[in-house]
């Protein structure tokens, strides 16, 4: 099989996956791991944020519009001269492995979610490699293997495997099954994990299929369409400068989570029914997430989110004389992350963001329960508790009320 020129070949699932990214700075390779990077880009040593986004655009405009190697090359040229980036490795080592994992992923993230729209009539898939002397031999020996797309095999060696690995796989119907004369295998090749440790740091990675390096044994499909919860959590877990840092950039996001989210309204006030779904809104700032540390109200997950049905509550429930407008609930992620105040509420323990609307002496305000456990579904339709920061209801509130101190205290902004 001929290798896929990925860099020229954007498509619009590619491109939505990479957009969807928090940039995260991190000091080494292994301090974002698994199916952590399928919601986070990161550059190992590139710690300064600016550094990060010019190249997290550099990726961008590859994904988006074709540009090459060469291109990208240039641009990374320009960000390290402007930043003075001490990195490690050679430069043409270094901006290959960057090009290529960003693109494969993508890629491979943005075939996942075609596949799982053709399911239905498309059922299985078939590994492949690209048939050469580089491939390794473990990816060779699962090449040509077709098994159902829900097979939990998938869930640790759908490509790409490792670094500089060029595998892909194909979607087929039981008519190309038969056609080709092919097999499905009733059962998956053999995971053979192995223990994997940091031969710098010591660090036991733990154990890992053999074939696959260490950090790759995920599906970036499956976790690229999974709630934002369980990444928020791997925030959670970043020491606090670099925890930081990445909260920062959580602003930028706004825009992206805005484009689901809108037509996700949408939907609910036309059709009424709620289906336990859950959308991201936006992100805890650093500052917010210290105090509620502080309060004994540390959350496990740095995502804030919403379920459908406490959003039916607020456009429809609601009374009509303290209704939020429903184009500010139709905007939440772009509210959410520039709020007016975020204040703590002393007599039912959550935070209030507050935000000003056009109604004199007014405020909208939204609250958030910290790690409340919300009902939803999962991306393979079964039913999962999540704890979550949930933003439970909304509604507007005289200003005068908000700064009674003994009901509220003021985290964040001013009123």
Known sequence: MAEIDIGQVPFNEAIEHFRGKLNIPTEHWDQLLGDAHAKGFTVA?????????????GIDDAISNGTTITDFRKQFDEAVQKYGWKYKGKRGWRTRVIYDTNLRTAHMAGKWNQIQRLKQSRPFLQYQTVGDERVRPEHGAWNATVLHIDDAWWSTHYPPNGWGCRCTVRSLSQRQIDRDKLQVSDQAPPLNKTERINIRTGEVYGDVPKGIDVGWDYNVGQSSLAPDVDFGEKIMTMPSPLRAAALQNAKALAPQL????????????????????????????APIIAKLIGKNQAPTTAVI????????????????????????????????????????????????????????????????????????ISADKKRQTLSTNTLRSGGLVDTLNLKDSSKYELLEGQL
């Open 45 to 57: 040593g590139a710690t300064n944020a600016d550094l990060l986004s010019d190249l997290n655009a």
């Open 305 to 376: 989110t919403t379920a459908d049905r406490d959003i039916l509550h607020m456009i429809r429930d609601a009374k009509s004389d303290k209704k939020v407008p429903l184009e500010m609930v139709k905007d939440l992620p772009n509210f959410i992350h520039k709020p007016k105040a975020i204040l703590w509420d002393k007599t039912s323990p959550g935070l209030l963001y507050v935000f000003d609307v056009l109604e004199g002496d007014k405020n909208a305000k939204f609250v958030v329960l910290i790690n409340y456990q919300s009902k939803t």
């Open 258 to 285: 805005q484009k689901s989210f809108s037509p996700w309204v949408n939907k609910l006030v036309e059709t009424r029914k709620p289906r336990n779904e859950i959308k991201t809104v936006g992100y805890l700032s």
